[in-house]
């Protein structure tokens, strides 16, 4: 006899899943800052909110369908997160930690940034 609470757990997992598998963040450190592009299909608007601004959310720019661009001017280390069509969305990033609200952000540093695309 299957137990519904196990299906519906098991569902719940697949599509959060699926929806992680959608997105993917690269960063490219530059002398005088970083560009960070976020690969988001059928994302209306995206936003990267981050520390070096005192987390107000920043437009990205969307470079060709799905693909969203963002430069900043610094190459310092930041924390930071996403908001796609006004959801939260952290990517899977290298360094993470908790933030004074009870969410998480990922942490940028040039410092020990490892140059990869994180999926």
Same mark, same amino acid.
């Given at each position: ?6 299906? +519906?757990? @098991? ?16 960063? #490219? $450190?530059? !002398?005088?800052?970083?560009? +960070?592009? @976020? ?16 987390? #107000? $959310?920043? !437009? ?10 963002v ?14 069509d ?34």
């Amino acid at each position: 006899m299957r137990r519904p609470w196990a299906t +519906l757990a @098991l569902l719940m997992l697949l599509i959060a899943a699926s929806g992680c598998q959608h997105h993917q963040l690269n960063i #490219t $450190p530059r !002398a005088q800052g970083v560009d +960070l592009i @976020l690969k988001a299909p059928g994302a209306r608007t995206v936003q990267l909110v981050s520390s070096l601004n005192q987390f #107000t $959310p920043l !437009a990205a720019h969307e470079i060709e369908p799905g693909q969203w661009h963002v430069y900043l001017p610094e190459n310092m280390p930041f924390r930071y997160y996403y908001r796609i069509d006004d959801q939260l969305f952290l990517p899977n990033c290298q360094q993470r930690e908790m933030d004074d609200f009870g969410s998480r952000n990922c942490i940028y540093d040039p410092n020990t940034y490892l140059s990869e695309t994180i999926y």
